[in-house]
C-alpha cells in the first residue's frame, strides 16, 4: 500500500444545495441484465453506455463491465477533469469478502493503493478503497457490493493532474458509491449453496455451515464422549483449505483439543509461531476467541485459524489451515470467509 497522505473524503465537501442541483439518482435498467439493475447519484446530463442484456457474469465469463457513465459534452459537470464512473459485476466461484476481492482487483489491475477499508455487512466484509492508476494518471474511489454470487465494483474516477490528495477530486465518486443501491437483491448472503455441518458430543450439539464445496474425510483423531469432523476443500489435486472441528464434554478444554492438533501437525513438519487473539465475544451464552497463527509447511507459508469456542454443556474447538495470504492470497481469502461463516453460524445447545 502506498505510504502518503492521500486519504479517504468521508462525505462531500459541497453545500447540499449544490449537491441538489448537480446529482440526480439515476435508475439503470435498459442494456443490463435484469439482476444488475441499479440505482447510482451522477451529475446531471451524464452520458450511460450499457454492455447489453447479454452481457451476464458467469463462470466462462467471469468479469463482466455493465456500465460506463461520462459527462454528454465538454461543458457538463465533471468533463473538466475528465471524470467517469464505471460499474463492474464478477461472478464469484466461492465465498470471499468483498475487501479481499477488490485487493485482488486492484493487484491485477497495477493500481497503487493509498487508502482500503474494510466495510461489515450481512454479506461479508465489503472494501472501499483510494488508488492512482500510474498507468493513466487517474484517481480512483471504489467501493464493492456484493449479492449472491456476483460482486459488483462501483469504480470512479478522475484526471488528478498531479493533485491525487484534493479532496474535491473524491466528489463524484464519493455520491456515486454512497447512493449506489441494486434495485432488486437477491438478499442471498453466500455465494455458495451452504450446508450444516452436525456434531454430536455425550452432553452437547453443534452446528454450522459451510460451503457443500467442502468435503468430508476421515478424521485423524476421535475424543472420548466427544465427537471430530474434519471438512477439506479440494483445489485440483491439492487442498486449499482443512478444517478439523472437536466437540467434547464438559470436562475437556478448547485449548486442549487445539494445543493437540497443533502438536500433530509439528510432528508433521510444520512450524507454528505462537497464536495472536483477533477475536473475543459472547453470544447467545456462548464465549468464542478466535486466534491465528503463521507457520510454515515444507517451506511454504500456512496459516492456521483457531476457534474456541466454550458452553455449560461443552467446547468446542475448530481449527482452519490453509496457505497464508503472501503464499496464495485467493486460497487464502477463500478460507478466512469460511472460518468467518462458520463462526457466523455456530450453534451448541444441551443435548
Request: a negative charge; one cysteine or more; hydrophobic letters at 45%.
Amino acid at each position: 500500500m502506498a505510504d502518503d497522505a492521500i486519504t479517504l473524503l468521508e462525505r462531500p465537501i459541497s453545500p447540499q444545495s449544490d449537491l441538489e442541483r448537480i446529482y440526480v439518482d439515476t435508475i439503470v435498467r435498459q442494456g443490463i441484465f435484469p439482476a444488475g439493475h441499479f440505482s447510482i447519484a451522477l451529475p446531471r446530463n451524464w452520458l450511460a453506455e450499457p454492455a447489453g442484456e447479454n452481457a451476464v457474469p458467469g463462470p466462462d465469463n467471469p468479469v463482466v463491465m455493465l456500465v460506463r457513465f461520462t459527462p454528454d459534452a465538454p461543458d457538463i459537470y465533471g468533463a473538466e477533469i475528465g471524470a467517469k464512473v464505471i460499474v463492474v459485476a464478477a461472478f464469484l466461484p466461492r465465498v470471499i469478502n468483498g475487501s479481499d476481492w477488490l485487493r485482488t482487483w486492484l493487484t491485477a489491475q497495477g493500481h497503487d493503493v493509498h487508502a482500503l477499508e474494510e466495510l461489515p455487512t450481512a454479506y461479508g466484509l465489503m472494501g472501499e478503497a483510494l488508488t492512482t492508476d500510474p498507468a493513466t494518471g487517474r484517481l480512483h474511489r471504489m467501493m464493492t457490493v456484493k449479492d449472491g454470487d456476483l460482486m459488483y465494483l462501483i469504480d470512479g474516477s478522475v484526471d488528478h493532474r498531479g493533485r491525487p490528495d484534493w479532496p474535491h477530486f473524491q466528489e463524484i465518486p464519493l455520491m456515486a458509491l454512497i447512493r449506489f443501491q441494486l434495485l432488486d437483491p437477491s438478499d442471498e448472503p453466500y455465494a455458495e449453496p451452504m450446508a450444516d455441518l452436525e456434531m454430536t458430543a455425550s452432553e452437547a450439539r453443534a452446528s454450522f455451515s459451510l460451503p457443500v464445496s467442502w468435503l468430508e474425510v476421515a478424521p485423524g483423531d476421535t475424543i472420548p464422549d466427544g465427537d471430530v469432523r474434519q471438512m477439506i476443500l479440494p483445489h485440483g489435486d491439492t487442498v486449499a483449505g482443512t478444517l478439523v472441528a472437536m466437540l467434547g464434554a464438559k470436562y475437556d478444554r478448547a485449548q486442549d483439543f487445539e494445543d493437540n492438533l497443533t502438536a500433530k501437525l509439528t510432528n508433521q513438519g510444520m512450524s507454528f509461531e505462537a497464536p495472536q487473539q483477533i477475536l473475543s465475544a459472547t453470544n447467545a451464552g456462548t464465549f468464542m476467541e478466535a486466534f491465528f497463527r503463521r507457520g510454515t509447511s515444507q517451506g511454504t507459508a500456512v496459516t492456521l485459524l483457531c476457534l474456541r469456542a466454550v458452553t455449560a454443556s461443552g467446547p468446542l474447538s475448530l481449527c482452519l489451515l490453509g496457505p497464508a495470504a503472501d503464499a496464495d492470497f485467493e486460497k487464502w481469502a477463500v478460507n478466512r470467509r469460511v472460518f468467518e461463516i462458520a463462526m457466523e453460524t455456530l450453534s451448541i445447545t444441551p443435548t
